[in-house]
């Protein structure tokens, strides 16, 4: 057996940059983290073969001081911290004093600084972990990082890196993601010598826009929560927008990006309403807390974190989000097919949502009865004109947000006309999202109430669903349901809720009980609620090819004015789509 002995420190080096430098991108995160640490405001980023010959960053930070180079590129050797108190609330985002030697002993590096106090600039390099020492140079404030070679005395591990343009791919990912948490510092990246992105300071709006593009900017919505120490800002996406992948997710924790598995549910859970099927959120948040209450000092790449109150974290991220999505976001009435209509409280040119100034517009007049809708739907009669003598106008009536009804397309469509144009409203889509609102309220509040059936419903069923509702009175009473068994292969329903009394009875008993036989009546009611009144919304709301009145159309748009995350169905999928008249002239080419 071999004797213990101490490892030399190029060896030490090259075990921890097996930790620390896992590709190219790797190396630029480290270097860039270290521009920010320095104070910059201005960062250029030169990278030949997706960083595979060489990573130049060069800064207009404070610098370091020729006396300190050889301090650089030693292991652990750090400005940033001192004490172990240091260590409990770490502000930058370097801290461990191992990033540049570990890249010195698997490059060739080159590291060039100039100091204000100093005379000159100093350089110093280091191939394979052999540092030299300090030579005067010449370079203006700041300092300059070049890494060549990457890999070049550990051929095995070179041979493990992918093509060049998957290599770039992954650095201009980190670029991404430094640039998106610093818009204050301006940023600019070449590859083989051609520029790929070049971005001023600006704030955090205009700079996600800048790198997210204009698509995402137009379709997101801010994000400004603050309790006790801890803040939320940035953007969020409309499910709209939403992606295939995850790839438009960033989430930043006093200034580093990280992943964080606790952040994610918050955010899925935030989402989960709104998004329909396997797609996924696209959102740049920002959270900033008091640095003793999160640990990042947990993974080697400083990519997860540890909260000291994880639930009330994850508690302040999903209300903050559910929030933001709860009431409808109606952005620019320029976009085709999208659930926005205005920006009129932006322009004065416009009066506020839901005010006209046109005073009579050729709004098709209300004339049938509103009972029936009205126990639908409730009692909107106080927003419609059930005159048809007396169309509205500004001094009677208000035009409201999606406008009033024109008629159905197809017994599947609502056409209605607002302020902006054509608003589009998938009926059933619509409905099923405001009877699950209501469900959920009406849960919450322990006050779903029941329908007594005036005559009960029989039906005939396998033993299994006679004994689920055996075990389970108190769960389906809390439900809305009374069902009691017959025989031992039949049920009578007597009841059902009251907001689900036009439902087919009998299906939608059979999908109750199977829920509750499938998850069990305590995680139906917890884990799996939401689950189940999606369920039971989808058998209270109209089906596509019912005719609906006019004062049923308009019952209806109101009802989505009024209620939380109306722009998409239970599953996701939109509710509504609006085209401006703009758009509408320019697809008939009027003007032209």
Avoid at 17 to 46: C, Y
Avoid at 126 to 145: F, H
Avoid at 473 to 482: I, P, Q, S
Wanted: net charge negative; glycine share 6%.
């Amino acid at each position: 057996m071999n004797a213990i002995k101490l490892l030399p420190d190029v060896l030490i080096n090259q075990i921890a940059a097996g930790e620390v430098i896992e590709r190219p991108a790797s190396v630029l995160k480290e270097i860039l983290e270290n521009s920010i640490d320095a104070g910059t405001t201005e960062i250029t980023v030169h990278i030949m073969q997706g960083g595979l010959s060489l990573i130049r960053v060069a800064d207009n930070g404070k610098g370091i001081s020729g006396s300190d180079l050889p301090l650089a590129l030693a292991r652990h050797a750090t400005s940033k911290i001192s004490t172990q108190e240091d260590l409990q609330k770490i502000a930058s985002l370097g801290f461990r004093g191992e990033a540049l030697a570990s890249i010195g002993a698997v490059s060739r590096l080159l590291l060039a600084s100039y100091q204000s106090g100093d005379k000159h600039a100093w350089h110093i390099q280091a191939e394979g972990g052999q540092v030299s020492r300090p030579e005067p140079t010449a370079r203006g404030a700041g300092t300059t990082l070049e890494v060549r070679d990457l890999f070049f005395n550990l051929p095995a591990r070179r041979k493990f890196l992918k093509t060049e343009a998957t290599e770039f791919a992954h650095c201009e990912e980190v670029f991404r993601r430094i640039a998106l948490s610093h818009a204050d510092i301006a940023f600019s990246l070449q590859h083989n010598g051609k520029a790929r992105s070049h971005l001023y300071a600006a704030d955090a709006a205009q700079r996600i826009t800048a790198v997210l593009g204009e698509e995402f900017g137009q379709t997101a919505v801010p994000v400004s929560e603050e309790a006790a120490d801890i803040n939320l800002q940035g953007m969020v996406a409309l499910p709209t927008y939403s992606r295939s992948a995850r790839d438009m997710q960033y989430f930043f924790v006093n200034g580093r990006y990280v992943r964080d598995k606790l952040i994610s549910h918050a955010l899925r859970e935030a989402y989960r309403d709104v998004l329909h099927l396997d797609r996924h959120p696209a959102f740049v948040l920002y959270l900033q807390i008091n640095p003793e209450n999160v640990d990042v000092n947990v993974h080697p790449a400083k990519a997860e974190v540890r909260f000291r109150d994880a639930r009330a974290v994850h508690q302040f991220v999903f209300h903050s989000i559910h929030k933001v999505l709860a009431s409808p976001q109606r952005k620019s009435d320029t976009q085709i097919l999208s659930p926005l209509v205005t920006q009129a409280t932006q322009n004065s040119q416009h009066p506020p949502l839901g005010y006209s100034r046109q005073g009579n517009l050729p709004i098709k007049a209300i004339a049938q009865p509103p009972a029936f809708y009205q126990t639908l739907f409730g009692d909107n009669s106080d927003v419609l004109d059930m005159n048809p003598g007396n169309p509205p106008t500004q001094s009677t009536q208000p035009i409201p947000p999606l406008g009033f009804a024109l008629g159905q397309l197809l017994g599947i469509y609502i056409l209605a006309q607002n302020e902006q144009g054509l608003i589009i409203v998938d009926m059933h889509a619509a409905h099923e999202r405001v009877v699950y609102e209501k469900l959920k309220s009406a849960l919450d509040q322990h006050t779903l109430p029941m329908q007594p059936l005036l005559m009960p419903v029989t039906f005939q069923t396998d033993p299994l669903d006679v004994a689920t509702v055996e075990e389970n009175h108190a769960v389906l009473n809390e439900l809305g349901f009374e069902i009691a068994a017959l025989t031992p292969t039949s049920l009578v329903i007597r009841a059902v809720p009251m907001m689900l009394k036009d439902a087919d009875t009998v299906k939608l008993a059979r999908d109750v009980l199977a829920e509750i036989r499938e998850f069990g009546a305590s995680q139906l009611l917890t884990s799996r609620r939401n689950e189940l009144l999606a369920t039971m919304a989808c058998h209270g709301s109209v089906r596509a090819n019912r005719q609906l009145t006019t004062t049923e159309m308009n019952a209806l748009l109101r009802e989505m004015e009024a209620t939380e995350r109306s722009d998409q169905c239970n599953h996701g999928r939109p509710t509504w789509f609006g085209i401006s008249l703009a758009e509408l002239d320019k697809m008939f080419m009027r003007g032209n």
